[in-house]
């Protein structure tokens, strides 16, 4: 591995914690940021990086991925991950539990932080994922970003659905909760009703709206008896957005997706179970009220659930395809050119992919580019329009579901504590991230 070296990015438009722009130089050393100013002087040892025309903002931090390693590392693992992370300008990810084998006890959250350690160009956090009899567990096993709990649209030990089940995880200890909110019940009952249809469109009435109301209802009731804290994942409806809007304690947090604002239920007739995810896509009616959620911090933040699946696998059809897509090298051009085209600001933007994660789950010291802070940096371009192409893409399933897609905003230089770990297209594979550290959620 490199040593750490001193750097300097001139010339850079700085977006600054206020949310106002300045142009001048940042200064990182020792993974740390340690100057910004309008000119800043280094030693000629200095590696330095001329940013003119480019805008440096936060590393991103995607709370919600999942990247297969142990178990189905022909979908995706942890090194080709973060590689895609790295592309896209996403310097630090919580990752899922549901890996083979499940991450549920302390083993295999040390084997998951001993492979990532190994492997990763960018930080990395991972969850411990909730069973009907790992109480203990949850209570004990470190590091862990919080507790995933899967309420539906899983199987097995991970899928925690009855009231009686989930009640004593969340009367048990502090640690955030974070859930997957559809109602299993009605999901199986609602497979029977429509059991034969093999068009992938089917998918968004099966896990319907009201099987994710049922769920966000549930984890809210049981949130609001213990006074626990919550983590609403990929929020995908209108009518999960208005509960929260009118009922939405101050212990509360959601999120949502690129795909969930950006795609809709019109997509299954253009790329078929490419288009296929849990929750699944929702009408362009949800499209607009959940935009206007997360522009009224109804919902907190953006997480891609990069969830990858290998194209032969999506090619098997509706119902043996399973649900997924990928994300984090399209997250974050996808949101800027959204700003750039008048619906957000890049301020907003940055806020709602980095400074906001880092706060919900009490990240120290990342999501703002300020003294003192880690140097986990992304310049991007925001002058020029790039395709999504399939053949570009770094992560191990090989496609996008925004391919074809227009963009502007796409990194031109992301930086891991201080260490530039991709550069006008090339990756610096002997770059390793760190594991996070979290202060206490409660």
């Not at 206020?18 to 001048?24: I, K, L, R, T």
């Not at 903002?57 to 693992?77: A, N, S, T, Y």
């Not at 699946?309 to 399973?322: D, F, I, N, V």
Request: aromatic content about 6%; hydrophobic content about 40%.
């Amino acid at each position: 591995m490199s040593s750490r070296t001193e750097l300097l990015i001139s010339h850079s438009r700085i977006l600054l914690p206020d949310g106002n722009f300045m142009v001048g130089d940042v200064a990182v050393q020792q993974g740390k940021i340690v100057g910004i100013a309008p000119e800043i002087s280094a030693p000629e040892t200095t590696t330095v990086i001329d940013a003119t025309g480019l805008t440096l903002l936060p590393g991103v931090i995607d709370p919600q991925v999942h990247f297969r390693e142990p178990g189905l590392e022909h979908k995706e693992d942890l090194f080709t991950a973060s590689c895609a992370c790295a592309k896209g300008g996403v310097t630090s990810f919580l990752e899922m539990p549901n890996t083979r084998p499940l991450t549920t006890n302390q083993a295999a959250m040390d084997d998951k932080l001993q492979r990532a350690a190994q492997k990763c160009l960018v930080n990395y956090g991972f969850f411990i994922g909730a069973t009907a009899t790992n109480l203990a567990e949850l209570l004990s096993v470190q590091p862990t970003c919080g507790i995933k709990i899967f309420m539906g649209s899983s199987h097995g030990a991970l899928l925690v659905s009855q009231e009686e089940v989930l009640d004593p995880i969340f009367a048990s200890g502090d640690r955030l909760i974070a859930v997957h909110a559809e109602d299993q019940a009605r999901i199986e009952q609602r497979r029977k009703q429509f059991a034969g249809n093999t068009d992938p469109a089917v998918h968004s009435q099966i896990q319907d709206e009201q099987a994710a109301l049922n769920a966000t209802k549930l984890a809210l009731k049981l949130s609001k008896k213990y006074q626990r804290r919550l983590h609403i994942l990929h929020l995908s409806t209108g009518i999960e957005a208005e509960l929260l809007r009118e009922d939405k304690p101050s212990w509360v947090t959601a999120e949502v997706t690129p795909q969930h604002l950006l795609l809709n239920t019109s997509a299954y007739e253009k790329i078929g179970t490419l288009a296929q995810m849990n929750p699944p896509l929702r009408s362009p009616e949800n499209n607009q009220i959940l935009w206007q959620a997360l522009l009224d911090g109804v919902i907190d933040f953006i997480a891609t659930d990069h969830a990858p699946h290998t194209l032969e696998e999506k090619a098997k059809g509706y119902p043996q395809s399973p649900s997924g897509m990928p994300g984090v090298e399209t997250s974050l051009a996808l949101m800027l050119t959204q700003a750039v085209e008048g619906r957000c600001t890049i301020a907003q933007v940055s806020r709602w992919m980095s400074g906001a994660a880092a706060k919900a789950y009490n990240i120290p010291n990342k999501g703002a580019i300020a003294l003192g802070y880690d140097g986990d940096l992304v310049l991007v371009d925001l002058d020029n329009y790039r395709l999504v192409r399939r053949e570009e893409l770094l992560t191990k399933c090989g496609w996008s579901p925004f391919e074809g897609w227009n963009l502007t905003g796409w990194p031109v230089t992301t930086i891991v504590g201080g260490e530039i770990v991709y550069d006008r297209g090339k990756l610096n594979t002997q770059v390793r991230g760190k594991a996070l550290t979290f202060f206490d959620n409660s």
